[in-house]
């Protein structure tokens, strides 16, 4: 929720899964949120970073690697990793 002038004043702001595009509620300590950093083409680290949040369950499934490379290849991070299998 925003007031007046537009500065977001909730207390918690809940997350969606980028696997599953499930909400992460608070009371789900297993998820994580993972910042990828940015780099030049001399593989320096810029100041902008791409950010990945998992919930629980797709680590108790044991999807987590796999669902991170399938994000981080959608989003240009990585090639030739993730391959679709029927």
Not at 16 to 22: G, I, M
Request: charged share 25%; proline share 1%.
């Amino acid at each position: 929720m925003e007031n007046d002038q537009g500065i977001l004043v909730d207390l918690y702001v809940p997350r969606k899964c980028a696997a599953t595009n499930r909400l992460i509620t608070s009371k789900d300590h297993a998820s994580v949120q993972i910042s990828v950093a940015d780099v030049d083409a001399d593989g320096k680290a810029l100041s902008t970073s791409t950010t990945f949040a998992l919930s629980g369950q797709v680590r108790a499934m044991g999807e987590s690697d796999d669902s991170l490379n399938r994000l981080a290849t959608k989003a240009g991070l990585l090639r030739n990793v993730w391959s679709y299998q029927k």
